[in-house]
């Protein structure tokens, strides 16, 4: 006898104005599980912008406690994990929005996405052990030089509370680039 349990999908609202945390569609039964990353009718329906054709797809493979971001292009991202298991954090660094300086987190396991508008700040930690695969879908491909701001994510001020401890001078853990970005007070003046 056959078990099928369906997930269905759900859209939840942030403290920044536009970050949605999305649980995927997913159907599950003795082989495994399906989850849906991207349904255009799905997000239409929910009130999300189309987010389709995508542009540019990035997968990357972190090791346990590095680092990546706080990064904010002009661009709308869709974030998960695919393997693995990360700690989000959002930083709204738009000059106009109502909740500019808004920081949120978001615990990132399978089948949890986040949905990223423009310019606000993205980045994570892995926290499993091994690597953890993060899976990037980008509207705009990402070129040198694109509009966005970058912001130190061990800056205290934002009172991220990474949960594995970040040594600056290991490129291992977290990038100069990343390490020698400017703080939120530079950035949102």
Partial sequence: ?????????????TEIEGLKVLQAKQIT????????????????????????????????ETRQGALRGLHGEEMFKLVAVVEGEAFGAYFDARPDSPSRG????????KGTQVLVPKGVCNGFQSVSPGVTQYLYCFDQEWRTGMAGVAVNPLDPDLGIAWPLPVDVSDPGLISVKDASAPFAAEVTG
């Fill in 1 to 13: 006898m056959s078990q099928t349990t369906v997930v269905p999908f759900v859209v939840a609202g």
């Fill in 29 to 60: 039964d003795e082989r495994g599980t399906v989850r849906e990353f991207y349904r255009e009718s799905s997000f239409l329906e929910a009130g999300l912008p189309s987010l389709g054709p995508w542009l540019q797809v990035n997968v990357t």
């Fill in 102 to 109: 808004k920081v949120v987190t978001v615990r990132l396991v």
